[in-house]
């Protein structure tokens, strides 16, 4: 049994929570264990965790993360990272221990700028959106089975926002994810409040009309509640591309979904931080997981669509959407 289809058989899967084409699937433990590393977005807008460039001159896959805790801190795959030179996002999950100071892997989601706006990176507790995260969680798996390094495709990062920008219609001076964002904020939040944790809930699974995309699952339910909205509007941002077309999926195709990582073959590496990384992939999915002392600390896995990337049809369909919300 590998460590995917171990953790997912600890949860079950709650009932369906929708708001327009987005369904989350609640997945719910009846113990969690007791949080004990801090959040990363909040110890970073404290000022404890200190995120730089790594040095003047800046370089573009890499950060200096500083922890002047005295616990470990964790960083959830994706974290957007605003300022210094341009905004990033982290390449993994990481558990940054105490008192340290590391250097992270990181991918540029703002292609027009390379100068100054801060010294010190912070957070606005957003993340990367889905479909280019779990791209990038792919290849960055293959690096680190190719090269042993834990660097992402930028060019494929850079494609996946530009196809984004011209899907959406979302257009920023200097390609930026945050600007993309920005530019749906109304409806994004929307969608965020209609999706409110339930009281077990340690994890989610997402589906974008009857499509399962894919899943976070923490260790504890603190940890799933701080980090529900951004992934939520992670999701999201890709769901405004698509109109609603058909029910979503049943609970019965979520649990077949899970079923499809059990076969996964799994590749172990020390983690960046403290614990295990662990890394399994096929032509149809992705997934990783953080493991520290034997326990799961963040799991996820998700379907690739490469195939439908960029696709004329998926513009189609973001066009025909566009016209009926205008009324035109």
């Known amino acids: 049994m590998n460590i995917f289809e171990a953790s997912l058989s600890q949860v079950s899967i709650g009932f369906p929570i929708s708001m327009q084409n987005l369904t ?27 995120v730089t460039e790594v040095d ?14 005295e616990d470990a801190v964790f960083i959830l795959d994706g974290e957007h990272l605003i300022g210094a030179k341009q905004d990033r996002i ?15 892997p990181v991918s540029c989601v703002e292609q027009g700028r390379w100068s100054y706006t801060t010294e010190h990176f912070f957070s606005e507790g957003k993340m990367h959106f889905n479909r280019g995260r779990r791209s990038r969680q792919r290849s960055v798996s293959e690096s680190m089975a190719d090269r042993r390094t834990r660097s992402s495709n930028q ?10 920008e011209r899907l959406l219609g979302a257009h920023s001076r200097t390609a930026s994810m945050r600007d993309m964002y920005s530019s749906f ?8 409040e209609g999706m409110r944790p339930t009281p077990n809930q340690v994890g989610s ?9 894919g899943f976070d699952l923490f260790n504890s339910r603190d940890t799933l509640n701080k980090h529900l909205e951004k992934l939520v509007e992670s999701m999201a941002v890709d769901a405004l591309e698509y109109r609603m077309e058909t029910p979503h999926p049943s ?40 493991v520290h002392k034997d326990k799961a600390i963040h799991v996820s896995g998700f379907i690739l669509d490469s195939n439908i990337r960029g696709s004329s ?10 016209r009926s919300r205008s009324g035109n």
């Open 24 to 50: 989350m699937f609640p997945l719910e433990a009846e113990i969690s264990e007791k949080e004990n590393y801090l959040d990363f977005s909040e110890q970073v807008n404290l000022g404890t965790v200190k």
């Open 56 to 69: 003047e001159s800046g370089s573009v896959p890499t950060l200096f993360v500083e922890n002047k805790n």
């Open 90 to 104: 982290v390449n993994l999950s990481i558990l940054l221990p105490a008192l340290k100071k590391i250097e992270i």
């Open 155 to 164: 060019s494929e990062v850079w494609n996946d926002i530009s196809d984004k």
């Open 185 to 192: 904020e109304e409806i994004l939040n929307l969608i965020k």
């Open 205 to 213: 699974l997402f589906s974008i009309n009857e499509r399962i995309i």
């Open 251 to 290: 609970r019965e195709e979520a649990r077949l979904f899970f079923e499809e990582f059990s076969a996964l073959e799994a590749a172990k590496y020390p983690a960046l931080g403290l614990g295990e990384d662990v890394r399994a992939y096929s032509d149809r999915l992705t997934a990783s997981a953080l």
């Open 313 to 322: 049809e998926r513009r189609r369909s973001f066009e025909q959407m566009r």
